[in-house]
């Protein structure tokens, strides 16, 4: 036998357009070109065998003896499989040999890539068969579409991803452009002459290709229904999106022909406790982590010490995809299968009790986060609010309609008031509050809470005073007649906060007074920062010396405790006594350092209120231009973007400040030099609008981090400075936490008070900058 490959040539011709895969076609024309097998991984539908024909076809010429497709999805005996490669190549069984006998010795002296298409259910025999061949043919390369890996050695795995989708916001221009919405309007087009969409339709196509997860298979049947159903028509009708989508072309597989079929065939290949597992995992929404599927999912079935084992084999099966985040590895069911395991879900009858496993977990961890929130893991906290928030939404949906648990939404409502009002999900807290307080109108601890929390966000959210305060004394009445002293003391506290907000200083100050005394009574060592600040800032607003002290014993206690969101707001508090002292300079360096902490906890708020006076600050120096400058990168800085700086952000007195500051301001500069550099502060990406309120500069290029004008201008502490030294002597935070007799969670605190304060990222950084100071 001589000559090329008896298959070159066959490689299908496309009939259809291809979409997008840019990148991925050229991450496996890469791969191949450095190594010996490449197998595509994915979900049912996602288009791995058109990425793997598009990727060959374009590396064909790389191979002079041949590119042979191997189609595996009609054959079910693994026994069978080195012959069914035999007849691909186009080869004659000339001898009494083995097929895979053939093989090697027609492949080991020819340059050939082999082309297995859906290896997944003869995986085994797969796996062997191409390690065969690899080991016996150097001129070999194998490029192989599975939902599983072969896990032979060398192998270079490719997870194929969905369709890049649309940006939720972007211009219908844009989303035309975007790879998931080009194949709809490609296949639409080809399904129904003369099909088009308005520019103020187009939105609709993307709300599609999003809710269909940017699955080729799933989006190319949905546009084949415009043969008679509009796009709207289509979008309303994805929620039984398996009924819907159906009627793939006769040409294609027949687990291709309909989204459910694609689906079962995955399905399929699962073992029975992976079945259920799967089935169990899609009461989860968004990702979640394997502690969560262990507390929800085990049981009846499933022991939990096999969940991880259960889920790392769905992984492997395409099934489920992971991610790491902050150091943990988060799982996800694309919304298709998701919907597919809750089909099968509520079939079984299993769903309610699985919907409330999922809520009793999540209000269990809402409850011990809030326990902990104020302290080193503020920032774990907020963080972990981000990543969980479909969950949460989730679990509080569930305690809302089902009949009697509106108690338990109270609760985790209530839990969760400092990451909302930190983060600026204030219309969605007040949403789940005001849900749960009407269905569930008797006294109790959780619907005090409630009460002053949805007080509080009145206030914050709508400035609304009225409501706030008759929310807040209604929690303080119902707190009374329960006897429950925490949710007095808050309600007391946010009471002193929006009188402040009114004018009524006096007022404010004796109920912050009050509010800070029933604080330390209960040992709330949140409560009393939140007290000290607003005790402080009302002091500062009257001109009472005494603010600063105050203030003072609540960043002491943040440090004490680790907190980096309250000593954010703490030196808010102190800087704004500084600046009533006529000392710019403290007040700058304050400003700035509460400024950094509370970006790095994600508290846009403080965010807002440290950046803020940095204006008033240059205005009174008599650089308009600079505080113009400011007051558009402060626009930049307030954030979400239809959030408005107002006086539901900066309280009354506040409030009034900055109107006064702009006035001055636009006085001294006239509108249109005003208008120019307020322009050029509100142009700057979210980024440069930081760095220019941080007065920061770019790093002198060169070896080794070197300090800008804000890290000289923040010192540290005597006990920070301690740690930083010990840092370069190569210690850890435990051997720190012993050298210095203090608990490993307060060095943690200590070292990311440091990284944040001379704005660097490592240890290593730290270590070089300590070396440079003068001892």
């Known amino acids: 036998m001589s000559g090329g490959v008896r298959g070159v040539g066959v490689l299908p011709v496309e009939v259809t357009g291809f979409v997008g895969r840019r990148g991925e076609v050229r991450q496996v024309r890469q791969l191949l070109s450095g190594g010996r097998l490449v197998t595509l991984t994915g979900a049912g539908g996602i288009g791995k065998t058109r990425l793997a024909l598009r990727s060959a076809a374009e590396v064909g010429r790389a191979f002079p003896d041949g590119v042979c497709l191997v189609e595996l999805a009609a054959l079910s005996e693994g026994r069978l499989l080195a012959q069914t490669v035999v007849d691909a190549v186009g080869l004659r069984e000339q001898s009494s040999l083995a097929p895979l006998e053939i093989l090697r010795g027609y492949l080991a002296e020819r340059k050939v890539l082999l082309v297995l298409d859906n290896c997944e259910h003869l995986i085994d025999a797969c796996g062997a068969l191409v390690s065969a061949l690899l080991q016996a043919c150097p001129g070999l390369n194998v490029l192989a579409t599975s939902r599983q890996v072969l896990g032979v050695a060398g192998e270079s795995v490719v997870p194929v991803p969905p369709l890049a989708l649309p940006a939720p916001d972007c211009a219908p221009q844009a989303a035309a452009q975007s790879e998931a919405v080009s194949l709809f309007m490609q296949r639409a087009a080809s399904a129904r002459a003369g099909f088009a969409v308005s520019e103020d339709r187009m939105g609709v196509v993307a709300e599609i290709c999003r809710r269909l997860d940017g699955i080729p298979l799933a989006i190319e049947l949905a546009a084949a229904r415009v043969r008679a159903l509009s796009v709207e028509e289509i979008l309303h009708r994805l929620d039984d999106r398996f009924a819907l989508l159906t009627g793939g072309s006769r040409a294609a597989l027949p687990r291709q022909r309909t989204l459910r079929a694609a689906i079962d065939w995955s399905y399929g290949m699962c073992s029975e406790p992976e079945r259920l597992l799967w089935e169990r995992l899609s009461v989860f929404s968004g990702s979640w982590d394997l502690e969560a599927a262990k507390a929800v999912c085990c049981g009846e079935g499933i022991e939990r010490g096999a969940v991880f084992d259960l889920v790392a084999g769905l992984v492997d099966k395409s099934v489920v995809g992971c991610e790491e985040s902050g150091g943990r590895m988060r799982y996800r069911l694309l919304e298709t299968l998701r919907q597919y395991g809750q089909d099968l879900l509520a079939a079984s009858g299993r769903q309610p009790a699985l919907r409330r496993r999922h809520r009793d977990w999540y209000q269990h961890l809402v409850k011990q986060g809030e326990t902990d929130w104020f302290g080193p893991d503020d920032l774990d906290w907020l963080a972990w609010l981000r990543v969980e928030r479909p969950n949460l939404r989730a679990a509080l949906e569930y305690s809302l309609d089902e009949p009697g648990q509106a108690t338990a939404a109270m609760e985790m409502a209530g839990c969760l008031w400092a990451p909302w ?16 307080l009407a269905l569930e109108v008797e006294d109790s601890p959780e619907r005090a809470k409630a009460l002053w929390v949805l007080g509080w966000f009145a206030y914050r959210q709508k400035g609304d005073m009225t409501e706030a305060l008759r929310l807040l004394v209604e929690s303080r009445e119902a707190a009374e007649r329960i006897g429950d002293r925490s ?25 912050a007074t009050e509010g800070l005394q029933r604080q330390r009574a209960l040992g709330d060592y949140g409560g009393m920062v939140v007290s000290l600040i607003i005790l402080a800032v009302a002091l500062s607003l009257l001109g009472d010396p005494r603010g600063l002290e105050y203030g003072e014993e609540a960043v002491a206690l943040c440090e004490e405790k680790g907190s980096i969101w309250g000593k954010s707001w703490a030196l808010w508090a102190v800087g704004l006594e500084m600046i009533r002292r006529g000392n710019t300079r403290r007040a700058t360096t304050l400003l ?3 400024l950094r902490l509370g970006r790095t906890v994600g508290d846009y708020l403080a965010c807002v209120h440290c950046a803020e006076p940095l204006v008033w600050i240059a205005a009174q120096e008599g650089e308009h231009e600079q505080a113009a400058r400011l007051l558009g990168a402060v626009k930049v800085i307030t954030a979400p973007p239809d959030q408005n700086l107002s006086a539901s952000i900066l309280e009354g007195p506040l409030f009034a400040e900055h109107v006064r500051c702009e006035a001055s301001v636009r006085g ?56 930083a030294a010990l840092i370069a002597q190569g210690l850890s935070n435990k051997q720190i936490a012993t050298k210095l007799v203090i608990s490993p969670r307060t060095a943690e605190g200590h070292v990311e008070h440091i990284l944040v304060k001379l704005g660097f990222t490592s240890r290593a950084q730290i270590a070089a900058w300590t070396t440079q100071q003068p001892h």
């Open 592 to 594: 700035r350092e509460g």
């Open 487 to 511: 949710a007095l003391a808050w309600a007391t506290q946010f009471t002193a906060s929006v009188t402040l907000g009114t004018g009524d200083i006096e007022g404010g100050l004796a109920l």
């Open 668 to 723: 001294a500069l006239g509108e249109a030099a005003f208008q120019a550099a307020f322009a050029s502060g509100a142009e700057l990406s979210v980024e440069d609008a930081y760095a220019f309120a941080l007065g920061e500069k770019a790093p002198a290029a060169g070896p080794g981090p070197v300090a800008s004008a804000a890290q000289e201008a923040v010192p540290l502490t005597r006990r920070e400075r301690e740690v």
């Open 421 to 436: 009002y930190s983060v600026g999900t204030w219309s969605e807290a007040r949403g789940w509050l005001e849900r749960a």
